[in-house]
Nanobody, 126 residues
Framework: QVQLVESGGGSVQAGGSLRLSCAASERTFSRYNMAWFRQAPGKEREFAAAITWPSGMTSYADSVKGRFTLSRDVAKNTVALQMNSLKPEDTGVYYC???????????????????WGQGTQVTVSS
């Protein structure tokens, strides 16, 4: 069972930055497809960003494109989501997700991911 642990959430004002990190217990983590999803109060979980293996290609939701950057640190067994120019609508719980399977489906679909972290809260005030 792969365990994912997110960290780095917090409260910031609009325009500020946060860096989320997701640490994995699996030593073959570098071969996993990884993603970040988020869920605002009263809304469904939505895709934010993903990085696929082996291509290393990154994908972003239109709402975060140009502001968020997803990266993988193989040596540290982590993925990080750098979030800049934060907006109040970025508020929500952010979840790290992982899939060991070759990505042939929709990278933005939660069903494509087998493992999930517990989530970390991000609050952006205006």
């Amino acid at each position: 069972q792969v365990q994912l642990v997110e960290s780095g959430g917090g409260s910031v004002q609009a325009g500020g930055s946060l860096r989320l990190s997701c640490a994995a217990s699996e030593r073959t983590f570098s071969r996993y497809n990884m993603a970040w999803f988020r869920q605002a109060p009263g809304k469904e979980r939505e895709f934010a960003a993903a990085i696929t293996w082996p291509s290393g290609m990154t994908s972003y939701a239109d709402s975060v494109k140009g502001r968020f950057t997803l990266s993988r640190d193989v040596a540290k067994n982590t993925v990080a989501l750098q979030m800049n120019s934060l907006k109040p609508e970025d508020t929500g719980v952010y979840y790290c997700a992982a899939s060991p399977r070759r990505m042939v489906g929709d990278v933005t679909a939660p069903a494509e991911y087998d493992y999930w972290g517990q989530g970390t809260q991000v609050t952006v005030s205006s």
